[in-house]
């Protein structure tokens, strides 16, 4: 008699578009703690200030956070201490137009388009970028490996962005 190994499902794409809309809901809620929970100890957070960057880690961004870089900005964001998040902007965001781009055994990565509706000081603000994820896969479920915001006017002056993207 053998033995009958039982093979992981496969994640698809409606898997994957699930987990970047919950990402996007705790990210509107401003539920920081949780958002850093989606994370892979070895992630990355990034937002270019151009278009086209390939090696991030040696271009200019806004943002090129680690793990640590990752819990010292949600700590600040949820201190009331930063100007440009006292008091927090209400945003809602919508992630769509999802396109896998790279699959292996160990991660997904997908293109998708999000537009983000910030709200603060009786204003509005629209904000429009490409985001590059890569999802990883494991015995833990789907974590953040690295997400990519590249925001359409990222080569333009940006103004008091005081949320995560």
């Known amino acids: 008699m053998s033995a009958v190994t039982l093979e992981r499902p496969a ?18 809620r401003l539920a ?19 278009r086209g960057v390939t090696d991030h880690a040696n271009a200019v961004n806004v943002l090129y956070d680690d793990a640590e870089m990752r819990e010292m900005r949600v700590k600040r964001l949820l201190s009331g201490f930063s100007m440009s998040s006292a008091p927090p902007a209400r945003t809602v965001r919508t992630v769509s137009r999802f396109v896998e781009t790279a699959r292996s055994e160990t991660s997904v990565d997908l293109r998708a388009a999000q537009v983000i509706v910030e709200y603060k000081y ?28 590249t925001l359409i006017n990222c080569d333009d ?9």
């Open 122 to 149: 009786e204003r509005h603000r629209v904000l429009a970028a490409d985001v590059d994820y890569r999802i990883a896969i494991s015995a833990d479920g789907l974590k953040l490996a690295r997400k990519v915001v």
């Open 11 to 28: 994640v698809t794409l409606a898997d994957l578009t699930a987990f970047v809309w919950a990402e996007a809901d705790l990210l509107d």
């Open 157 to 165: 002056p940006l103004h008091g962005i005081g949320y995560l993207l």
């Open 32 to 50: 920081y703690k949780d958002w850093l929970k989606l994370w892979s100890a070895d992630g990355l957070y990034i937002v270019p200030v151009e």
